[in-house]
């Protein structure tokens, strides 16, 4: 049987603050020449904040290429994930603002937030969740069996071995290793064995090809 591959960490569509755009044929492209079978897609945070419908137009693109996987942008609000609309996922990435900047530690207090956890939990989708450290392990503790895929083994949220040791033994959070160096990939997969690490390129900031050497 032959081994699947799947990229769990892809960007598709326009980005505002980047003034860029991931396409289709972009992503078709690195995956043919890589060997990926199945791409899971989810809009640039910039976009989804800017209009929300990006949503249904990554939805309607999935349903077309069949390689794709969409992911559900949780928006400002947080609804979430609409269930049996055809999402395998949802994003979280720096909620309440733009990219890069601090997390709003406001939004842990928010009833809404325990709401959008409990019909996660429901509906059993994982969340990719990209967060400051300590604004992880507050969201990670109020969670039951909610699966939590932590991005970049945490790197881009603080120190990926303060992830690693905090996490390590909570079965429902996963890591992917986009942009993540070959040491920590190492590291965690010798703490937690690799049933827990999912590969991701990140494109556009990686490529499937470098990310997979």
């Not at 947080?78 to 309440?96: A, L, S």
């Not at 990670?140 to 991005?151: A, E, F, G, H, W």
């Not at 590969?199 to 090809?209: A, H, L, V």
Request: glycine share 8%.
């Amino acid at each position: 049987m032959e081994t699947e591959i799947i990229d769990s960490h892809t960007h598709w569509g326009p980005s505002v603050t980047m003034g860029t755009e991931v396409t289709t044929e972009e992503l078709l492209l690195q995956a043919e020449q890589s060997g990926v079978s199945r791409i899971v897609i989810f809009p640039f945070p910039s976009m989804a904040l800017a209009d929300e419908e990006i949503n249904k137009r990554l939805l309607d693109e999935a349903d077309r290429i069949r390689k794709f996987i969409p992911y559900y942008y949780i928006p400002e609000t947080m609804k979430p994930i609409p269930d049996g609309k055809g999402f395998f996922g949802g994003k979280w990435h720096w909620m309440r603002g733009v990219q890069d900047c601090s997390s709003n530690y406001q939004a842990l207090k928010d009833p809404k937030l325990e709401e959008l956890i409990d019909a996660s939990e429901k509906i059993d989708l994982p969340i990719v969740f990209e967060e400051e450290f300590a604004f992880t392990e507050d969201f990670v503790r109020k969670t039951k069996n909610l699966k939590v895929i932590i991005p970049h083994m945490g790197g881009l949220g603080g120190n990926p071995m303060d992830f690693l040791d905090t996490f390590k033994g909570r079965e429902n959070v996963y890591f992917d290793t986009a942009l993540a160096s070959a040491d920590a990939v190492m590291k965690f997969t010798d703490k937690i064995g690799y049933e827990r690490i999912l590969f991701g390129s990140d494109i556009p900031f990686g490529t499937m090809k470098w990310e997979l050497e």
